[in-house]
C-alpha cells in the first residue's frame, strides 16, 4: 500500500511561516517510535518509515488547516454581518430618538374631498343653480336643473367626484307609493355626480288648451316635489330632469327608456295582494318584463301597530281552595 504524497509547506508561504515550526516538532516526535497507528491503517509495520509518517501527518494536518481556516472565514464573515447589522440597527434608532416635530407633513396630492370643505363652502354649493334649464314642446315640458355645484352649476375640476356617474328613471303619478320612491331613490341610490331623471305622465285626451294647462301644472308639482326632496340630501354636483309628458304611462316609459342612457328604473307599488298584482295589467309589472334595464320597485314600510295582550282576571283564593288547586296546610283542614 502506498500514500499518496501531499501538498508541502512550500507551496503555501502563509503556512509555511505560521505551521512549519509546529509541525516539525510533530514529526521528530514521531520518528522516535510513537506514530500514531490511525494515519494509515493500511501500511505494515515493517514499511512505517519516517517519509510515510511525514507524508501521512502533512496531508492529515492539511486536512485539519483547511477546516480551522474554513471555519475561520465563516465566524468572521458571520461576525462582519453581525455587526453591520447591529451597527445600522444602532444608526436607526439614534435618528428615531431625535424626530423634528416642526417639520411640514409633506403633500400627498390627493384630491380634495368634498365633505372636508368648511361649513360655509358646503353651504355655498348646497344650492341649485340660478336658472333651471326649460324646453316645451305640444306634448312635454321638459326642466333640466343642477344641484351641489353652487348658483353657478359648475364645480372646480379639482373638486368634481372621479367616480363614473349613474342615471336613475323614477316613474311619479303623486301617488303616496310614487312619492315614497323618490324619497328612497334620492336618499339611497343618488351618490355625488349621478343624474335623476323623474317622469310624470298626462292622458292625452284632453284638448289642446286645457292639455298644455296640465302639463304646466304637472311639471311645475314634479319639479317642485324632487327639488324640495333632493335639496336636504348632502349630495353634490347632481342633474336633476323632470318630464311632464302627455300619453300612455307604458308608451312614454318606453320611449324614454330607449331614448335615455340609463343604470336603473325605480317605481312605486301599491299595497295589494300578489295573485292581483301579478293578474293586473301594472307598471310595475309591464317594465320588469319588458325592460331592458334593471328594474326596482319599492314597496312602502308601514309599521304595523302591536297587539295589546288582554290581562286575565286572577282567581280568588277561595276558588282555588275548592277547586283543590291550591292545598292548605294540616292544621287549618284540621280545623
Not at 27 to 51: C, H, R
Not at 119 to 128: C, K, Q, S, W, Y
Not at 165 to 179: K, M
Not at 280 to 304: A, F, R
Request: with cysteine.
Amino acid at each position: 500500500g502506498t500514500i499518496k504524497p501531499a501538498v508541502t509547506f512550500d507551496d503555501n508561504p502563509v503556512i509555511k511561516e505560521t505551521v512549519l515550526p509546529d509541525f516539525k516538532a510533530r514529526t521528530s516526535q514521531l520518528s522516535i517510535g510513537f506514530p500514531p497507528p490511525s494515519l494509515e491503517p493500511n501500511v505494515p509495520e515493517g514499511e512505517l518509515t519516517e517519509e510515510v509518517v511525514e507524508e501521512a501527518v502533512s496531508r492529515t494536518m492539511d486536512e485539519s488547516i483547511d477546516e480551522i481556516v474554513n471555519k475561520t472565514v465563516d465566524e468572521t464573515v458571520n461576525d462582519k454581518v453581525n455587526n453591520t447589522v447591529d451597527e445600522l440597527l444602532e444608526r436607526i434608532t439614534e435618528l428615531n430618538r431625535f424626530v423634528s416635530y416642526e417639520e411640514p407633513t409633506p403633500d400627498l396630492n390627493r384630491p380634495k374631498s368634498l365633505r372636508s370643505l368648511p361649513f360655509d363652502t358646503r353651504a355655498d354649493l348646497l344650492v341649485f343653480a340660478d336658472e333651471p334649464n326649460t324646453s316645451q314642446s305640444s306634448d312635454r315640458i321638459i326642466v333640466k336643473s343642477h344641484y351641489g355645484a353652487g348658483l353657478s352649476g359648475q364645480l372646480d375640476e379639482e373638486l368634481r367626484p372621479t367616480r363614473s356617474s349613474r342615471a336613475y328613471l323614477i316613474a311619479c303619478d303623486f301617488s303616496e307609493e310614487s312619492i315614497y320612491a323618490v324619497d328612497w331613490a334620492m336618499g339611497s341610490m343618488l351618490r355625488d355626480g349621478d343624474t335623476l331623471h323623474v317622469v310624470t305622465v298626462v292622458k292625452k285626451k284632453e284638448k289642446a288648451k286645457k292639455r298644455i294647462k296640465l302639463l304646466s301644472e304637472a311639471s311645475k308639482k314634479v319639479t317642485e316635489k324632487a327639488k324640495n326632496t333632493l335639496e336636504k340630501m348632502l349630495l353634490f354636483d347632481v342633474s336633476l330632469i323632470t318630464y311632464a309628458i302627455c300619453g300612455k304611462v307604458k308608451d312614454v316609459l318606453s320611449r324614454l327608456i330607449e331614448e335615455l342612457s340609463l343604470s336603473m328604473i325605480i317605481c312605486g307599488c301599491k299595497k295589494q295582494s300578489r295573485l292581483k298584482w301579478f293578474f293586473m295589467d301594472s307598471v310595475s309589472s309591464y317594465l320588469i318584463e319588458t325592460s331592458s334595464i334593471p328594474v326596482t320597485v319599492i314597496k312602502q314600510q308601514k309599521n304595523k301597530k302591536k297587539k295589546r295582550e288582554k290581562r286575565t282576571r286572577a282567581p280568588r283564593l277561595s276558588e282555588t281552595v275548592q277547586s283543590g288547586l291550591l292545598a292548605v296546610d294540616e292544621l287549618s283542614r284540621s280545623n
